[in-house]
């Protein structure tokens, strides 16, 4: 369990804090390039880590990420008239460029060429790689680098980004995505739809013959490798194998080794702060051996998908507000949780507990070492202030996560090291 000034250490991210400089001095995914699809699209609001901005594309494609109110009288320039290079204000029509520079103001004269150098509203760097908008808020003294994900470089039918809004703090998200005993349960079928299931495979039969993991966790520069181990036979173990990389990714492990190794697609999640109290949980695939066909495009990176279906704002619609539509009867007879679909099962499970838990009431077993390392590691960072001096390599995110049986005296970290390096892995042909 945490104390309180732990907990409340580990949850709030606003402009100061000490979690909230730390998230700064990394890239983060701000919005899907779809959102700002060309220039001079329609501006959009953007909140991230307690920060109210503006995002827009100017005349020439770039992307500007401003704070949100004119310099002059402070109206919103949401409203604003994105065009000729820059976002203009309605109420007095001063112009600012992505930069955050005045370039004009028409109510002064000469329109204002004598002092609008003074005005420069906050702004902060940004690039689109992946189908992605990312942005840096730290300070430009704090060398950074966009991680080199692997779906990045990928053609686009060989990937997909969707995120989805959700009410609770970000690491209430992360600690999900490192917990693979839940799969065992949140996740299962009942006994009585398992026995009738004739498609199950190694995995599924894996998780409901064995429903309390052994975790082993590795640190690693970029965080750490998380090792759920259950009995697969006569000395051997059946490995999921999650990867944890700062300061909020998750990688979820193929079901099995075939899907590891080749032809399957794989699944990362990032839990971006929007305040203390909700964030944007992000889902990112990947298939670097082939194009997706439309289907699995539509259901991996649509909003009426995997994690659909959800509304243009990417507010689910099976929410908090309607009890996930949870099906009681579906609950007795078919899945676990009587509610459908694995995203709104986690999010029940993460905004169930409150915004931000209370973890002083938690009591904790072996089955959540992830989560104490987890919480260990980042307080540690943030306690500590080695992050201010911890070197942001974009290509330290050029991994996977994977699945695998191994004999149980090889240690789990070296009996997937091939599968685990995206970077020293061609993608097959």
């Not at 000395?235 to 990714?249: A, D, G, K, M, S």
Request: charged residues 25%; negative net charge; glycine residues 8%.
């Amino acid at each position: 369990m945490l104390t309180p000034e732990d907990n409340s250490l580990l949850t709030a991210v606003g402009p100061g804090t000490p979690m909230g400089n730390l998230m700064r001095q990394f890239w983060l995914p701000a919005l899907l390039e779809s959102e700002i699809p060309g220039p001079d699209c329609d501006p959009i609001r953007l909140r991230l880590l307690g920060e109210d901005l503006i995002a827009f594309r100017d005349t020439a494609g770039r992307v500007g990420v401003i704070e949100p109110h004119c310099a002059h009288r402070c109206a919103n320039l949401f409203f604003g008239r994105n065009e000729e290079g820059g976002l203009r204000c309605i109420f007095h029509g001063w112009k600012y460029d992505a930069d955050g520079n005045c370039l004009d103001m028409p109510s002064e004269p000469d329109g204002g060429a004598a002092i609008r150098h003074q005005v420069k509203l906050k702004a902060y760097p940004s690039t689109i790689r992946g189908g992605i908008v990312w942005m840096y808020m730290g300070p430009s003294s704090v060398p950074a680098e966009p991680p080199e994900f692997e779906f990045v470089s990928l053609p686009a039918r060989q990937r997909t980004a969707i995120k989805r809004f959700l009410e609770c703090n970000w690491a209430q998200a992360v600690e999900g995505g490192l917990d693979s005993a839940h799969i065992s349960y949140l996740h299962s079928r009942t006994e009585r739809q398992a026995r009738s299931d004739s498609r199950r495979d190694v995995a599924l039969n894996t998780w409901n013959a064995d429903r309390h993991p052994v975790f082993e966790i590795k640190p690693t520069r970029y965080g750490m490798l998380v090792g759920a181990r259950r009995s697969a036979g006569e000395n051997r173990y059946y490995w999921r194998i999650t990867q944890f990389l700062l300061p909020f990714y998750t990688m979820v492990p193929p079901r099995t080794e075939s899907d590891s190794s080749v032809g399957a697609f794989y699944w990362g999640h990032a839990f971006v702060p929007i305040d203390d109290h909700h964030c944007w949980a992000w889902s990112l695939s990947a298939n670097p051996w082939r194009e997706y066909s439309d289907e699995e495009l539509e259901w991996n990176g649509s909003r009426s998908g995997f994690w659909g279906p959800l509304d243009e704002n990417f507010h689910a619609l099976r929410n908090k507000s309607n009890d996930y539509l949870i099906d009681r009867q579906h609950q007795r007879t078919v899945s676990y949780s009587g509610i459908e679909g694995f995203g709104d099962q986690d999010a029940c499970v993460q905004e169930s507990m409150g915004p931000i838990v209370n973890r002083s009431r938690e009591f904790l077993g072996n089955s959540d070492r992830a989560i104490v390392a987890f919480r260990r590691q980042l307080l540690a960072l943030v306690q500590s202030g080695a992050a201010l001096e911890l070197p942001k390599h974009g290509s330290w995110y050029s991994v996977r996560s994977a699945s695998v049986i191994l004999d149980s005296a090889q240690p789990f970290d070296t009996g997937a090291a091939a599968l685990l390096d995206a970077a020293a892995r061609e993608p097959a042909k």
